[in-house]
């Protein structure tokens, strides 16, 4: 079933009908009805994003809801049509009735969550209720409200291993979420046994339903990463949990404090300024104590900094180099006299985090570069290093970027370059 989350629910409406039934037993009793759900309208709430856009839940094809009522036990299925959902199965009652409705069903299973974005809407809980008693015979309108928030999980660290587990207030382990009967809620279901929400091999972006209403521990293993008020989560509200820091500083061999700055999830921990001299690729490619910095500093391979949702680039229609969805945006920024390139991380968590690369003048161009530990195969005796370059023309003060990437058949190893460090893990 695929649906669409953003992070604001935009008012929804889906109409269930269903055909009348010729039979004759229960003459006082129809089946079949018509059902208008409405969506809350959540306008309030967070954005799915810290920069763009908003989010509203979708029905498709092949959506059910669970309808029952306070008159019989069991739940009528009601299911999404091409243009509409229908159950022949639904029967109006002979007094009037309090109605509920319940979507995706009565129960939820919240353990192994795919993590995936489009998935949330499969396990999102919403219930309703009729305003007023009634017999169904002129149709059911029911107003469905969230009844689940959304954590948004950031794996920081290359290759860590994810186990999102959630605990109640009561030290129970969180498993899923049923119907309350005769009531617009749902309960939290709990298991003594530790349930698993999410589990993932490696750092990422994940989303995982999770109860609203309650307070809750969030854990990724036995590692505490937040407990609620209270209150717990708001339903339909969007949270940000992240398993470590994407920011922070260390120490070189000379004594300096250096501010390091995460773009990605899983990404190197970018030094925020360069080696103060120039070096060559021999000397860049250094480690542990023998490194410019020290043991705690390191310079960076091309595959961690290159490539699709790490440092990349698209083309416009003249071939210049422009920022493309899901890794880091860049734009050139006047810094005193000099032209500076800032990157700005583009996923949750990292929205706020820049990283702002110098400009070195060669040849008439503006470059911002930096030696990367890579080097090329040996072409005709040659010995090459990689390095990471973004190359601007400037004509008549209009600026273009010509190149965004690796130059990797140009530069021999004894030139010196800038060398912009990353925290050695």
Same mark, same amino acid.
């Given at each position: 079933?695929?649906?669409?989350?953003?992070?604001?629910?935009?008012?929804?409406?889906?109409?269930?009908?269903?055909?009348?039934?010729?039979?004759?037993?229960?003459?006082?009793?129809?089946?079949?009805?018509?059902?208008?759900?409405?969506?809350?309208?959540?306008?309030?709430?967070?954005?799915?994003?810290?920069?763009?856009?908003?989010?509203?839940?979708?029905?498709?094809?092949?959506?059910?809801?669970?309808?029952?009522?306070?008159?019989?036990?069991?739940?009528?299925?009601?299911?999404?049509?091409?243009?509409?959902?229908?159950?022949?199965?639904?029967?109006?009652?002979?007094?009037?009735?309090?109605?509920?409705?319940?979507?995706?069903?009565?129960?939820?299973?919240?353990?192994?969550?795919?993590?995936?974005?489009?998935?949330?809407?499969?396990?999102?809980?919403?219930?309703?209720?009729?305003?007023?008693?009634?017999?169904?015979?002129?149709?059911?309108?029911?107003?469905?409200?969230?009844?689940?928030?959304?954590?948004?999980?950031?794996?920081?660290?290359?290759?860590?291993?994810?186990?999102?587990?959630?605990?109640?207030?009561?030290?129970?382990?969180?498993?899923?979420?049923?119907?309350?009967?005769?009531?617009?809620?749902?309960?939290?279901?709990?298991?003594?046994?530790?349930?698993?929400?999410?589990?993932?091999?490696?750092?990422?972006?994940?989303?995982?339903?999770?109860?609203?209403?309650?307070?809750?521990?969030?854990?990724?293993?036995?590692?505490?990463?937040?407990?609620?008020?209270?209150?717990?989560?708001?339903?339909?509200?969007?949270?940000?949990?992240?398993?470590?820091?994407?920011?922070?500083?260390?120490?070189?061999?000379?004594?300096?404090?250096?501010?390091?700055?995460?773009?990605?999830?899983?990404?190197?921990?970018?030094?925020?300024?360069?080696?103060?001299?120039?070096?060559?690729?021999?000397?860049?490619?250094?480690?542990?104590?023998?490194?410019?910095?020290?043991?705690?500093?390191?310079?960076?391979?091309?595959?961690?900094?290159?490539?699709?949702?790490?440092?990349?680039?698209?083309?416009?229609? !003249?071939? #210049? *180099? =422009?920022?493309?969805? @899901?890794?880091? &945006?860049?734009?050139?920024?006047?810094?005193?006299? /000099? $032209?500076?390139?800032?990157?700005?991380?583009?996923?949750?968590?990292?929205?706020?985090?820049?990283?702002?690369?110098?400009?070195?003048?060669?040849?008439?161009?503006?470059?911002?570069?930096?030696?990367?530990?890579?080097?090329?195969?040996?072409?005709?005796?040659?010995?090459?290093?990689?390095?990471?370059?973004?190359?601007?023309?400037?004509?008549? !003060?209009? #600026? *273009? =970027?010509?190149?965004? @990437?690796?130059? &990797?058949?140009?530069?021999?190893?004894?030139?010196? /370059? $800038?060398?912009?460090?990353?925290?050695?893990?």
């Amino acid at each position: 079933m695929k649906k669409i989350l953003y992070s604001v629910f935009m008012l929804a409406t889906m109409v269930l009908a269903a055909c009348s039934s010729d039979d004759t037993t229960e003459p006082d009793v129809k089946r079949g009805m018509v059902l208008k759900a409405n969506v809350e309208d959540t306008n309030t709430r967070a954005t799915i994003t810290d920069n763009e856009g908003t989010w509203k839940f979708a029905f498709a094809t092949g959506d059910v809801v669970k309808v029952g009522n306070d008159k019989v036990e069991s739940y009528y299925t009601f299911t999404n049509g091409e243009t509409q959902f229908a159950s022949t199965d639904a029967m109006q009652t002979t007094a009037a009735a309090n109605w509920y409705a319940y979507f995706p069903g009565e129960t939820i299973d919240l353990a192994n969550q795919s993590g995936d974005f489009a998935a949330i809407a499969n396990k999102y809980a919403l219930a309703g209720m009729t305003a007023s008693a009634t017999t169904g015979s002129d149709g059911l309108t029911v107003t469905m409200k969230a009844k689940a928030a959304v954590l948004c999980i950031v794996g920081v660290k290359k290759d860590e291993k994810l186990d999102i587990n959630v605990k109640t207030a009561g030290d129970k382990y969180v498993s899923g979420l049923d119907a309350v009967k005769n009531s617009a809620d749902f309960s939290v279901k709990t298991s003594d046994e530790k349930v698993s929400l999410l589990s993932k091999q490696e750092a990422g972006v994940y989303y995982v339903v999770v109860p609203a209403g309650v307070k809750l521990s969030v854990y990724n293993g036995e590692t505490l990463i937040k407990t609620t008020k209270n209150a717990g989560l708001t339903p339909g509200k969007y949270y940000t949990l992240l398993t470590g820091e994407t920011t922070g500083s260390a120490t070189n061999k000379l004594g300096d404090t250096i501010d390091w700055v995460q773009l990605w999830a899983g990404g190197p921990k970018f030094a925020t300024k360069n080696v103060e001299e120039t070096m060559t690729w021999y000397d860049a490619v250094k480690t542990g104590d023998d490194f410019a910095w020290g043991k705690n500093w390191r310079t960076p391979t091309i595959d961690e900094v290159y490539g699709e949702g790490k440092l990349y680039s698209g083309l416009d229609e !003249n071939d #210049f *180099a =422009i920022p493309v969805a @899901g890794s880091p &945006s860049f734009k050139l920024k006047q810094q005193g006299e /000099y $032209l500076t390139m800032v990157l700005t991380g583009v996923q949750p968590g990292y929205t706020k985090n820049t990283l702002t690369l110098y400009n070195q003048i060669k040849f008439g161009t503006h470059n911002f570069d930096f030696w990367t530990a890579s080097d090329n195969k040996p072409s005709a005796g040659q010995e090459w290093g990689v390095r990471f370059g973004i190359t601007v023309y400037e004509s008549n !003060n209009e #600026f *273009a =970027i010509v190149n965004f @990437g690796p130059y &990797s058949n140009s530069d021999y190893k004894d030139i010196k /370059y $800038l060398v912009r460090p990353i925290l050695a893990e």
